[in-house]
């Protein structure tokens, strides 16, 4: 399960990691992450640090080259020496990251829906989640939709992401994919829906979800509906090319759960079908 212990939890909230967390809490090009038992925060997509609950650290080789970090965090001066360090590795991602614009998407489109004073209707509690017995499906984003006509209701659906940017070959098989995903779902949704709970409650109280105190306390209040029919599916396209054939709206629409279906268009590409008029 997706959860960091109560030791580790007080560490990073009042301990000798706080300065860690309020680093987070500031640098928007820094997104967190809560895994089983330890932690991961991620720059543009990629894993710079994954951080035990022994405070053991572990880091790519690549992006500690000529400098000197600690194997451990146990104390604020090894905490203070890692963040110091921490512009060099961010440097190295630039040299070494096998940069796959997707995850970078990924950690975009989760800063643009958690973080920036946009009141969005998602908010995304994971990334890269997946269950034990069944590595096939990994979900790209897990997250929760809070409709902004119904902020009064605090149960609300799950929804699941799949990014895929460009004229990606996987669009012509994404309903394959999300059949795959609606299987997990369906088949650990109970899990599920306490894993994501658990990860609302964790990342509320470390401020680290939305990264803004007040909004925090409020997500905080909301719980994952338990019921399967409720959840989203997003296919997030971004710079698709909607005079591409790649998307097959026929496949989508024969999916047993369709309803459950949204696509979300977004990026930087300009196309003439996506121009509004005001006249």
């Known amino acids: 399960m997706r959860q960091l212990n109560p030791e580790f939890m007080e560490a990073l909230g009042n301990g000798h990691l706080k300065e860690l967390i309020n680093l987070v809490r500031t640098d928007d090009s820094l ?39 600690e194997v451990y965090l146990k104390n604020p001066d090894a905490v203070t020496g890692f963040i110091q360090n921490l512009p060099y590795i961010k440097h190295q991602i630039t040299l070494h990251s096998s940069r ?16 920036d004073l946009n009141e969005s209707e ?17 979900l790209d984003m ?8 119904g902020r009064r209701n605090k149960d609300v659906p799950l929804s699941i992401f ?17 059949c795959r995903y609606h299987e997990l779902v369906e088949n650990n949704f109970n899990d599920l829906v306490i894993e994501m709970n658990s990860l609302i409650q964790q990342k509320t109280s470390l401020k680290v979800l939305s990264k803004k105190s007040d909004i ?16 989203h599916y997003v296919i997030v396209l971004v710079d698709y090319n909607p005079n591409s054939s790649l998307l097959n709206l026929v496949n ?7 309803k459950q279906v949204k696509i979300f268009h977004c990026g930087l590409g300009l196309w003439s079908q996506f121009f509004g008029r005001i006249c």
């Open 31 to 69: 997104d967190f992450q809560i895994r089983e038992g330890y932690l991961n925060i991620y720059f543009k997509g990629n894993n710079i640090l994954k951080l035990h609950s022994n405070y053991k650290i572990t880091i790519d080789k690549n992006l500690t080259k000529g400098i000197n970090v």
């Open 100 to 115: 796959a614009i997707e995850r970078e998407y990924e950690q975009m489109f989760i800063r643009s829906n958690n973080c």
């Open 122 to 138: 998602y908010f995304i509690l994971d990334r890269q989640y997946t269950r034990p017995n069944e590595t096939n499906s990994q």
């Open 142 to 149: 897990v997250g929760l939709h809070w409709a902004r006509n």
């Open 162 to 178: 799949e990014i895929k940017y460009a004229l990606n070959n996987d669009i012509s098989t994404i309903h394959d994919q999300l």
């Open 216 to 231: 925090d306390n409020n997500l905080s209040k909301l719980r994952i509906v338990n019921d399967p029919s409720s959840v």
């Open 252 to 258: 989508l629409n024969r999916l047993l759960f369709c």
